[in-house]
Nanobody, 115 residues
Framework: QVRLVESGGGLVQAGGSLSLSCAASGLVFDANTMAWYRQAPGKQREWVARIRGGGSVDYADSVKGRFTISRDNGKKTVTLQMNGLKPEGTTVYYC?????????WGQGTQVTVSS
C-alpha cells in the first residue's frame, strides 16, 4: 500500500522560509516522479513543482526562484524548500507520486503565511 506522509507545515511570516517533507512508502520510489501541489480555500489545487526519478525538476512560474524541490531516493523522501513566502493566507500542500501508471496523494500539510 502506497503511503505519502507530509510534514513541516506551520505558521510563518511573509518573506520567511519553510521546508516541507514527504515520506513515501510502499512504492518503488526512484521510479516515481514526485511533485508538490497546493490548494487554498475555495480555489483549485495547483501544481507547484516536480522532480523526476533522475533528478530533473520543473517549477510553476509563481514559485520559480523561491522554491526548491529535492529528493533522497535512499530515504524515500522529497523536500520542498520554500523561501520568500508570500502573504497568501492558509494553503494546504500535498505530495504526489506518479509512476506513469498510478498517482497517489498524501493527506497534506497546512502552511499559513501571515503578513
Amino acid at each position: 500500500q502506497v503511503r505519502l506522509v507530509e510534514s513541516g507545515g506551520g505558521l510563518v511570516q511573509a518573506g520567511g522560509s519553510l521546508s516541507l517533507s514527504c515520506a513515501a512508502s510502499g512504492l518503488v520510489f526512484d521510479a516515481n516522479t514526485m511533485a508538490w501541489y497546493r490548494q487554498a480555500p475555495g480555489k483549485q489545487r495547483e501544481w507547484v513543482a516536480r522532480i523526476r526519478g533522475g533528478g530533473s525538476v520543473d517549477y510553476a512560474d509563481s514559485v520559480k526562484g523561491r522554491f526548491t524541490i529535492s529528493r533522497d531516493n535512499g530515504k524515500k523522501t522529497v523536500t520542498l524548500q520554500m523561501n520568500g513566502l508570500k502573504p497568501e493566507g492558509t494553503t494546504v500542500y500535498y505530495c504526489l507520486s506518479n509512476s506513469g501508471v498510478r498517482v497517489h496523494w498524501g493527506q497534506g500539510t497546512q502552511v499559513t503565511v501571515s503578513s
